[in-house]
């Protein structure tokens, strides 16, 4: 086994796929180990020599390391689109990934925040200095569209579509997609850019939307802890991260009769079948309403 396979397909991932440097390295973690693992074994010097047997004992071995069946799950899939890779590639002839099945797993609903909540947290940013117009805006933002935090912090002044009142967003894989933005969020996004933003570039003008308080692109680190600070600002106590305000996007559309196609096109997600678990969501939160108020609950 040679290192240059791997290099291989991390060039097609990046170059090819368009995926970002944080979910290349993701990949590349989980096929280090593997590839780890690979070496040791007698009998295998190419990857033609490997075989289904060394494939389930690698993951035998993850599972005997006390790795969850989510992780176990995730370290197949990108192990299934390596073998795929090296097959279409002509580097191998067979994939002996092909006929083995992922550990089943239980599928967590998404942890969102009350429209209460969502009030108390909007509300959290006092003032009317740069900092917190810029807060204000960049919450508003989050919940009225639905968008990751990284799409948020990526947000060029160009992909502002203020006069039709929407955000051109490049989520996963660089796909493009038109994102309504919502009267209420727009006004404040807009007295942001008349009175906050000019403040906050100080070394120059730059093309994010949100800089941070030095003028320069910010981190999501950066931007999880405003977050983390407003949420205890606004006394919510538990726990809050910046996918909450996606989920509850999702969420609090569905309740409210949206089309779930609809949703998915704003969310941007490729596969209808990632949206739907926003429809569990719903069904679990009846089921309760259902036993809270129906006198045989």
Not at 212 to 236: D, P
Not at 257 to 272: E, F
């Amino acid at each position: 086994m040679t290192d240059a396979l791997l290099d291989s397909y991390l060039d097609y991932l990046t170059i090819e796929k368009g995926l970002s440097n944080n979910t290349v390295s993701a990949y590349y973690r989980d096929l280090s180990g593997y590839f780890a693992f690979l070496k040791k074994q007698p009998g295998i010097a190419s990857a033609a020599d490997i075989s289904r047997s060394d494939l389930l004992a690698y993951l035998t071995g993850l599972r005997h390391q006390g790795l969850a069946p989510r992780t176990r799950a995730r370290v197949l899939s990108t192990l299934r689109s390596f073998h795929r890779f090296l097959v279409r590639e002509n580097h191998v002839s067979h994939d002996p990934s092909a006929l083995i099945e992922s550990p089943k797993i239980l599928r967590a609903l998404p942890k969102l925040l009350s429209a209460q909540e969502v009030e108390q947290l909007l509300a959290a940013p006092q003032g009317d200095g740069k900092i917190a117009l810029r807060d204000r805006a960049m919450l508003e933002v989050l919940y009225a569209t639905g968008i990751r935090v990284s799409e948020l912090i990526d947000l060029r002044s160009a992909d502002l579509k203020l006069d039709i009142g929407c955000l051109t967003v490049f989520g996963k894989g660089s796909k493009q997609r038109l994102v309504p933005l919502g009267e209420v969020a727009l006004e404040i996004v807009q007295e942001y850019l008349q009175n906050g933003r000019p403040k906050l570039l100080k070394e120059g003008p730059i093309e994010a939307v949100f800089p941070n308080s030095r003028g320069r692109h910010m981190s999501r680190q950066g931007f999880w802890k405003i977050l983390r600070n407003h949420a205890l600002a606004a006394g919510i106590n538990r726990p809050v991260h910046p996918h909450m305000l996606r989920h509850s996007f999702a969420t609090h559309l569905l309740e409210n009769g949206a089309d779930l196609r609809a949703v998915q096109s704003m969310l941007g997600h490729a596969d209808i079948s990632t949206t739907q678990i926003y429809t569990h969501v719903l069904q679990e939160r009846l089921k309760q309403i259902h036993q809270q108020y129906h006198p045989r609950g």
